[in-house]
């Protein structure tokens, strides 16, 4: 079966300090995957898409990247975080043409 | 562009009560419709969904039926438990231009609570 991990689940990080989000999908290949930001009181807002290794698109211009160095492992980066990243970060992965995503855990951003 | 408008929380019941979380959309070719749930703590989870006109989606109680002319896929449930408790997101696919991806557009989020 399919299973998405996503690590850390809670980071506290100085202002300016690097940033490194993993997502790993196990039991499938060449899926889409997805990082999308949960701001608090606020939607979800997607960040980062890729359909491939090495194809990375960006929704919104921010502080943030993403890259996708093997098939199933998705990074979001930062080199100097801000306040305005804290926040809840998931991952999440669809199939090829199936729109039925399945999202990780979680992990809880907090910039101090 | 595609967005998804929900009713604004948060929502308060009590246990047994009827909800009905109010949801509308608009999106370009046609949708494909969906309830995400997020528990405390936690990620998010398939609810229920539909992908085309007069379909209803059902789960764990909870249904919705995706409504073309209104534009809109309103969550209700019949008698809630205090195990309902979560956020709701509403949230669709379009599928127009036959992309081989699908970003899925979220609204804002229903917080529910239900007290015994």
């Known amino acids: 079966s399919q299973t998405i991990h996503q690590w850390p689940a809670t980071l506290v990080q100085p202002v300016g300090s690097p940033l490194s989000l993993e997502c790993t999908v196990e039991g499938t290949s060449n899926p889409n995957l997805y990082w999308y930001r949960q701001a608090a009181g606020r939607g979800l807002q997607l960040l980062f898409y890729s359909v491939g290794i090495g194809q990375i698109s960006s929704e919104v211009p921010q502080n943030l990247s993403a890259s996708r160095p093997q098939d199933r492992q998705f990074i979001l980066s930062s080199k100097k975080l801000l306040l305005s990243d804290s926040g809840f970060y998931l991952c999440?992965?669809?199939?090829?043409?199936?729109?039925?995503?399945?999202f990780g855990s979680g992990t809880r951003l907090t910039v101090v | 562009g595609n967005s998804v408008t929900q009713m604004e929380g948060p929502v308060t019941l009590s246990e047994e009560a009827f909800l009905t979380i109010n949801c509308t959309y608009t999106a370009t070719g046609y949708p494909s419709l969906f309830w995400y749930v997020q528990y405390p703590g936690e990620g998010l989870q398939l609810l229920l969904k539909a992908t085309k006109a007069d379909d209803k989606g059902s789960n764990k109680g909870f249904e919705a039926t995706y409504r073309k002319e209104t534009t809109s896929f309103h969550l209700e449930k019949g008698s809630v438990q205090v195990s309902d408790s979560a956020v709701y997101f509403c949230?669709?696919?379009?599928?127009?231009?036959?992309?081989?991806?699908?970003?899925?557009?979220f609204g804002q989020g229903t917080i529910l609570t239900v007290h015994p």
């Open positions: 999440a992965w669809t199939g090829r043409g199936d729109y039925g995503y399945t």
């Open positions: 949230a669709l696919i379009s599928n127009a231009g036959g992309t081989s991806y699908g970003k899925l557009t």
